[in-house]
């Protein structure tokens, strides 16, 4: 899950922005949870589709 959507209890401010402290710890709990919950999606997708096409083109190099 991307930090980026969530919403704190305590200000009803994005946790992204860290508005209070509530926020910044939270969104220091979740950077450190996970190396990839800071990327949103689509970037997650670019990344996937990089690692396609470079084991398809690494196997077509071989054959």
Do not use: K, W
């Not at 508005?19 to 997708?45: D, K, T």
């Amino acid at each position: 899950m991307t930090y980026d959507r969530l919403v704190c209890a305590n200000c009803a401010a994005p946790v992204s922005e860290g508005r209070c402290p509530v926020c910044r710890a939270n969104r220091e709990r979740l950077q450190q949870q996970s190396p990839f919950a800071g990327l949103n999606p689509m970037a997650l997708i670019a990344l996937v589709a990089v690692l396609i096409a470079a084991v398809a083109l690494l196997a077509h190099q071989t054959v």
